[in-house]
């Protein structure tokens, strides 16, 4: 009996251990539980945030002027480095999403000529918690760019623009696509449900479009009759009608960038083999011949076109980095653009013959550069294919 003694404070020792292990294994269970649903919570949070992102992302694809081409093959498996890194975007920034508790961005990006919206968020820029990607696809409903706000836009300070012989009529009115250029041009031949017709006004938010915008370069337009507003310095884009809120040219995501994207946008649907498009660059060969209507892209190769008298072409001719020069080829006869010209550092030379350059919206449509050839100055709409 004697070694018994003392038996009761070791077993009451041990239980108190085991009651003390069990209870620690029990706190470092509720910390981890802790931890996992606080990961939990930072993650839902960031995810939340990228969701907005593709949200606004969403919003602003109409006015993106630009979707960036990207070396990624994988969007929906990007990382947040590789989202950032805006080498893997064409050094397009990310644009911020909005949100309040947490850094959230999008990008608009091209992959194999097609739209996509790409947005991700992060806690503490991506230290804490990162999101998943979002990625919508997007179907492009209308016109390939936003209604052009001149019936020529030339950007950059290679720019030249000339027609100056008369009876050369350079005009911002808007004509329909039928208008007869053999002859006198009159108000007659305006479109009258387009941006020069009665419904447009500034209370329909609807401007009529200006003759020329060429802000920096040369222009030489002589004698002709140019109707409409034009632009001849940075400045004065600021205080045209069409621009009621007096932005500038060359402001960030202003109209300088967004015609550099239309620009770019064609240049890639052309090189791609886009049927809609006639594309022309140094890689062409065989003679060239002017369409009577259709959508032209000249990228980076100067071209004189020689035309039959009495010409006439029916939508949008795009130049970049290159000389367009287009003539009767007899010397004598009306040569006419009805639809709009836009450029990037480019010479439009129309100063042989009588020459016609006239904006016309409807003729715009017709070949599917822009959506609609009523005043609401639409160039299209996105909806969405698939949001993962």
């Not at 930072?42 to 070396?71: H, L, R």
């Not at 004698?223 to 500038?248: C, L, W």
Request: hydrophobic share 35%.
């Amino acid at each position: 009996m004697k070694h018994q003694k003392g038996a009761a404070l070791i077993v009451v020792l041990s239980l108190l251990t085991i009651s003390l292990m069990v209870g620690l294994s029990s706190m470092q269970s509720s910390q981890i539980d802790e931890r996992l649903a606080g990961n939990y919570k930072a993650q839902s949070v960031a995810q939340m945030g990228a969701e907005d992102a593709a949200s606004a992302g969403f919003e602003a694809a109409k006015e993106a002027g630009k979707f960036a081409g990207t070396s990624l093959d994988d969007l929906g498996g990007i990382t947040w480095g590789e989202f950032n890194n805006n080498g893997n975007f064409d050094d397009e920034e990310a644009k911020e999403g909005g949100c309040d508790k947490v850094n959230c961005y999008y990008r608009h990006v091209n992959l194999d000529d097609k739209y996509y919206i790409v947005a991700m968020g992060g806690i503490d820029e991506g230290a804490v918690s990162v999101s998943e990607p979002v990625v919508i696809e997007l179907d492009y409903d209308g016109g390939l760019i936003p209604t052009p706000e001149a019936a020529l836009t030339c950007t950059g300070f290679s720019c030249g623009f000339f027609a100056k012989n008369p009876p050369t009529v350079i005009s911002g009115k808007d004509y329909s696509e039928d208008v007869d250029t053999k002859g006198s041009i009159s108000d007659g031949d305006i479109n009258p449900d387009g941006f020069s017709g009665s419904e447009c006004n500034a209370d329909s938010g609807c401007y009529e479009r200006a003759a020329y915008i060429v802000p920096d370069g040369s222009v030489d337009t002589g004698k002709a009759d140019v109707q409409g507003e034009t632009v001849t310095d940075r400045s004065g884009y600021e205080d045209v009608g069409f621009n009621p809120d007096g932005i500038q040219w060359d402001s960030e995501g202003g109209p300088e960038s967004k015609l550099k994207g239309d620009i770019e946008n064609l240049i890639t649907l052309g090189a791609n083999g886009d049927e809609r498009i006639t594309y022309w660059d140094e890689s062409s060969s065989g003679e060239f011949s002017m369409p009577s209507s259709g959508i032209v892209v000249i990228n980076g190769v100067n071209i004189s076109m020689d035309v039959p008298g009495n010409f006439k072409f029916t939508g949008l001719i795009v130049v970049k980095d290159a000389a367009f020069n287009i003539r009767p080829a007899q010397g004598a006869g009306t040569v006419a653009v009805v639809g709009a010209i836009i450029a990037e550092n480019a010479n439009v030379d129309m100063q042989n013959g009588n020459p016609a350059l006239l904006f016309s919206s409807e003729a715009l449509a017709s070949v599917g550069a822009i959506a609609s050839p009523s005043g609401s100055g639409a160039g299209g709409d996105f909806s969405i294919s698939e949001w993962k």
